[in-house]
């Protein structure tokens, strides 16, 4: 455990690596630059505003505004002005949110969720709950005792549950105010037709195809509400699958890349690569491969 002005850092001690860490921030000297991290992030903007450029899109972010990226998903806040806020960091092998998807329901909804923003609003209430949840991370962190470990992956927990049910909550709203709208029908078939081909089939005119409607309207509509194309959607569901699958599984990266539709591992190891960034297989021994416990 190392103690830095507001940094609690725990390292893992068999690999050396970071497993767990909160800090404060007072400017953004740690987020202006691209962001490829082998561990989980969650970055809380308590004061500033400026742009997020994450994985294909651009949005704007705000006081009070909490970003969630997964395991090498790119990002870089930039702001003309300081910024300032509280951010959480997990390795997988700390936490591992793919193996306890069902009792933290964050999978596909704060992570690895490609129809919505990487990010939530964070209201008068919840912002009074997060506080005493990193308080009482904090408070832990800095008593080295009995099952620590333990206690802070509970608290972990029930932080990304309550993130993960705000989250829901908002898009209950947005979708809502949509129902009047033609286009959010089309896009929910879209999402389901994404979710149920993707091994299969990897190009925008397959799914224009499946839904009986000219490939430039659906481009359009996708760019409108998603602000991505959709071979970036479809691009972006293959790297999640993949991601799962060399986290989850030993199988070797041929059989994952055949199993996603591509018969040259090769081809499939460049694909990943330039939507990574990361090749798979430095992705599994940096990120690793089914050692989280917890």
Known sequence: MSEEKNTYTMVDPITGNLAFKLFWFEDNSYFDHLQRN????????????????????????????????????????????NISGVAIQFHP???CIHKHHKEVSCSGILFDNIYHPPYIKID??????????LSQI???MQNNALAQYEILVSYLKIFLI??????????ALEQGTDKKDKEPYI???????????????HTASDYADMLNI???????????????TISNLIAERIIIEAKRELYLTNKPIKEIA?????????????????NADVSPQLYRDTVGFGRASA
Request: proline share 2%; charged share 25%.
């Open 258 to 274: 055949y199993e996603l539709g591509y018969d040259d591992e090769y081809y499939f190891s460049r694909f990943f690569k330039t």
């Open 214 to 228: 000219s490939a430039k309207a659906l481009a359009r509509i996708t760019k409108t509400h998603f602000n991505k």
């Open 93 to 95: 092998d700390f936490f």
């Open 38 to 81: 082998n561990f989980f992030s969650i970055i809380w903007i308590k004061e500033g505003e400026g742009k997020l450029k994450s994985d294909f899109s651009t949005y704007d972010y705000e006081v009070d505004t909490m970003l969630a990226f997964t395991p090498y998903q790119p990002f870089m806040l930039t702001s003309d002005i």
């Open 124 to 133: 008068e209430a919840s912002a009074s709950t997060f506080n005493i949840m």
């Open 162 to 171: 309550t993130a993960s049910r705000l989250k829901s909550q908002q898009q």
């Open 138 to 140: 904090k408070t832990e």
């Open 187 to 201: 896009l929910n078939n879209l999402k389901e037709a994404i979710d149920a081909h993707y091994k299969t089939k």
